[in-house]
């Protein structure tokens, strides 16, 4: 199972990015996907889960209304796209699923600060 996350980067306050998570190993389309994110002294925190299918999704309340994870089961492939960006969104996000009888995989995380 392999998860490689990009999209991270440097952005101003209220710009946005898109968070990508390649997936292989395992087979995508019958698995939840969730993104978290770790912010430097915190502990990891949940930031929204999708459905095998696509067709359920929830979010942390701190992202509700600005973030909106997505995913195409044809490229194994789970997105987060962010928008209206603040400082404390600034941490390391990692993708996660669960495979092979429950155990769970995460990816090595992708950067994002949040800084003008």
């Known amino acids: 199972v392999q998860l490689v996350e990009s999209g991270g980067g440097l952005v101003q306050p209220g710009g946005s990015l898109r968070l990508s998570c390649a997936a292989s190993?395992?087979?995508?389309?019958?698995?939840?996907m969730k993104w978290y994110r770790q912010a430097p002294g915190k502990e990891r925190e949940l930031v929204a889960t999708?459905?095998?299918?696509?067709?359920?999704?929830n979010y942390a309340d701190s992202v509700k209304g600005r973030f909106t994870i997505s995913r195409d089961n044809a490229k194994n492939t789970v997105y987060l796209q962010m928008n209206s960006l603040n400082s404390d969104d600034t941490a390391v996000y990692y993708c996660?699923?669960?495979?092979?009888?429950?155990?769970?995989?995460w990816g090595q995380g992708t950067q994002v600060t949040v800084s003008s």
């Open positions: 999708i459905s095998n299918t696509g067709g359920s999704t």
């Open positions: 190993g395992f087979t995508f389309s019958s698995s939840d």
């Open positions: 996660r699923t669960l495979a092979n009888r429950g155990r769970a995989y």
